[in-house]
């Protein structure tokens, strides 16, 4: 490996953007447009400067080579978006809230019996503790329903972060006063960062997790959240994962797309009951 130097060349030329747009698409699925360019281009510098390499060029040049498979986990942090909040979109939080926990456990308690919610592209954590908090604010302190979240992302980075629960004071307090009482926290108030309650962290199993490829967990789910994530996607991909999460999915089980996103065909057993919600039929 060369010698760390003060400036790189972040040039991206048209075959390097090539490459890089189709070893991803490999990898994870995730369609790079040409538009996205200059994105792109700052990403990778990042990884130029952090392994001391002289330029985006010699970086494309190392991805060709065998040593290089280490670094393929590092390229998919890199150009990875992540964008989230709690509570974001939060109707889906009131349907949970409203229509999904309590009949489900009205079926479950009583019986240890199951619910499972599936939190995936999770990124850095915000939307499993919003599940969570709500869930815990409908559930209370009853043994009597075995509940769990499993929040999964492919960027190993972001799942650090979110595993650790720790998060900017100023996050909280932006949140309208009927959801803020229901993130709980440990440790003094003041603070510049606030760590999510031992409580909620313990409600989530966070593990890496790569779409495209197979997936370990054999469900079912009752609910799924998948937010935001199909835009990255072409509409083959799109297809296969959704039959995948349909599969997965209990019978009358529910499914959260993002708010600017929609089947990418109709799908024969899903049924829409709301704005981006879908229902599993039986």
Same mark, same amino acid.
């Given at each position: 490996?060369?010698?760390?130097?003060?400036?790189?060349?972040?040039?991206?030329?048209?075959?390097?953007?090539?490459?890089?747009?189709?070893?991803?698409?490999?990898?994870?699925?995730?369609?790079?447009?040409?538009?996205?360019?200059?994105?792109?281009?700052?990403?990778?510098?990042?990884?130029?400067?952090?392994?001391?390499?002289?330029?985006?060029?010699?970086?494309?040049?190392?991805?060709?080579?065998?040593?290089?498979?280490?670094?393929?986990?590092?390229?998919?942090?890199?150009?990875?978006?992540?964008?989230?909040?709690?509570?974001?979109?939060?109707?889906?939080?009131?349907?949970?809230?409203?229509?999904?926990?309590?009949?489900?456990?009205?079926?479950?308690?009583?019986?240890?019996?199951?619910?499972?919610?599936?939190?995936?592209?999770?990124?850095?954590?915000?939307?499993?503790?919003?599940?969570?908090?709500?869930?815990?604010?409908?559930?209370?302190? @009853?043994?009597?329903?075995?509940?769990?979240?499993?929040?999964?992302?492919?960027?190993?980075?972001?799942?650090?972060?979110?595993?650790?629960?720790?998060?900017?004071?100023?996050?909280?307090?932006?949140?309208?006063?009927?959801?803020?009482?229901?993130?709980?926290?440990?440790?003094?108030?003041?603070?510049?960062?606030? @760590?999510?309650?031992?409580?909620?962290?313990?409600?989530?199993?966070?593990?890496?997790?790569?779409?495209?490829?197979?997936?370990?967990?054999?469900?079912?789910?009752?609910?799924?959240?998948?937010?935001?994530?199909?835009?990255?996607?072409?509409?083959?991909?799109?297809?296969?994962?959704?039959? @995948?999460?349909?599969?997965?999915?209990?019978?009358?089980?529910?499914?959260?797309?993002?708010?600017?996103?929609?089947?990418?065909?109709?799908?024969?057993?899903?049924?829409?009951?709301?704005?981006?919600?879908?229902?599993?039929?039986?």
């Amino acid at each position: 490996m060369p010698a760390p130097q003060a400036l790189a060349d972040a040039t991206l030329t048209r075959d390097d953007m090539g490459f890089i747009a189709k070893l991803v698409y490999e990898q994870a699925g995730i369609v790079i447009r040409e538009h996205k360019e200059a994105m792109t281009r700052g990403r990778l510098a990042r990884r130029v400067k952090a392994l001391g390499l002289g330029s985006v060029a010699e970086y494309c040049a190392y991805l060709k080579t065998p040593g290089a498979v280490d670094e393929i986990p590092e390229l998919i942090n890199a150009v990875t978006t992540n964008h989230t909040a709690f509570f974001r979109e939060r109707h889906h939080f009131d349907h949970l809230r409203k229509d999904v926990l309590p009949r489900l456990i009205s079926e479950r308690s009583g019986r240890r019996g199951r619910i499972r919610i599936w939190s995936s592209a999770c990124s850095s954590g915000e939307e499993p503790y919003s599940i969570a908090a709500t869930s815990r604010d409908v559930i209370g302190s @009853r043994s009597d329903v075995d509940f769990r979240i499993l929040a999964t992302d492919i960027d190993t980075d972001i799942l650090d972060r979110a595993e650790a629960g720790l998060y900017p004071a100023e996050l909280f307090e932006r949140l309208p006063p009927d959801l803020k009482p229901l993130l709980k926290f440990d440790g003094p108030a003041g603070r510049s960062e606030v @760590r999510i309650s031992d409580d909620l962290r313990r409600l989530i199993a966070f593990k890496r997790l790569n779409l495209i490829e197979k997936w370990p967990m054999g469900g079912p789910f009752d609910v799924v959240f998948c937010r935001n994530v199909f835009i990255y996607f072409d509409t083959q991909t799109k297809a296969s994962i959704l039959d @995948r999460f349909v599969t997965l999915l209990a019978p009358g089980g529910f499914l959260y797309l993002g708010h600017s996103e929609s089947l990418p065909q109709p799908h024969p057993q899903l049924r829409l009951i709301g704005r981006t919600i879908y229902e599993r039929l039986p």
